[in-house]
């Protein structure tokens, strides 16, 4: 069946712009999550959408970064007035359901680069 | 300190060789245990999960060390398909929150 699936692939803008990046996770997942990997580093978590409760945005660097889920289904991630630091990797994921082993299903990520 | 830590590597090692990574992590609260195996310019994607017993998946074998806070995975018969990095993963939560290790790279050479 289809994955993850997240758009665009590679995003290119310029200091200051605003960005909007897409995840749809697989179909009947309940549980979604947004991460941020930057180059040569980590996965840094963003935040995380459970069904109708409120996400859990702890991993939200900045007010600038903001991200809502519209039907339990896809998921907007807006990064208003973006800096060159907010370059890397854009990784969504999404689980069956919330649970501690619970797999995790990546999409293959939004590329950003912020000039 | 960070909340998982890992050995960057690279790790080089011939075609059939075994090779063994380790993985520390810093909450002992943490209650779910996993490698992920990531490709270059691609996503993440799960190895195995880590029990408490260790558990074997093929070449591949993981441990747990609650005391000392640590997990390990064996690769055994090296492939050259088995390049990649390694990511140790934690979930520390009900919340089903992932902590990532930095991740270990190993090349594997012919």
């Known amino acids: 069946g289809a994955g993850v699936s997240q758009s665009p692939s590679n995003k290119v803008t310029e200091k200051g712009k605003d960005v909007e990046l897409r995840c749809d996770p697989i179909?009947?997942?309940?549980?979604l999550y947004w991460y941020r990997q930057s180059l040569g580093q980590g996965l840094e978590f963003l935040i995380y959408?459970?069904?109708?409760?409120?996400?859990?945005k702890s991993g939200l660097p900045s007010d600038r970064f903001s991200a809502e889920r519209t039907g339990g289904s896809v998921s907007t991630l807006t990064i208003q007035r973006t800096q060159q630091e907010d370059s890397a990797v854009y990784l969504c994921a999404s689980s069956l359901v919330s649970g501690g082993t619970d797999t995790q299903y990546f999409g293959p990520g939004t590329r950003l680069t912020v000039l | 300190r960070k909340e998982v830590e890992q050995d960057p590597g690279p790790f080089n090692v011939p075609e059939g060789a075994t090779v063994a990574f380790n993985c520390t992590y810093s909450?002992?609260?943490?209650?779910?245990f996993f490698w992920y195996r990531q490709d270059c310019r691609k996503e993440p994607k799960l190895l195995m999960s880590?029990?408490?017993s260790g558990n074997e998946d093929g070449r591949f074998t993981a441990q747990l060390n609650r005391a000392s806070q640590y997990i390990s995975l064996l690769i055994r018969d090296s492939k050259l398909s088995d390049s990649a990095t390694y990511l140790c993963?934690?979930?520390?939560?009900?919340?089903?929150?992932?902590?990532f290790g930095g991740g270990t790279r190993l090349m594997v050479k012919p």
């Open positions: 880590v029990y408490s």
């Open positions: 179909s009947g997942h309940t549980a």
């Open positions: 993963v934690v979930n520390k939560d009900a919340g089903n929150m992932l902590t």
């Open positions: 909450n002992s609260a943490s209650q779910s």
């Open positions: 959408f459970q069904g109708n409760s409120a996400p859990d």
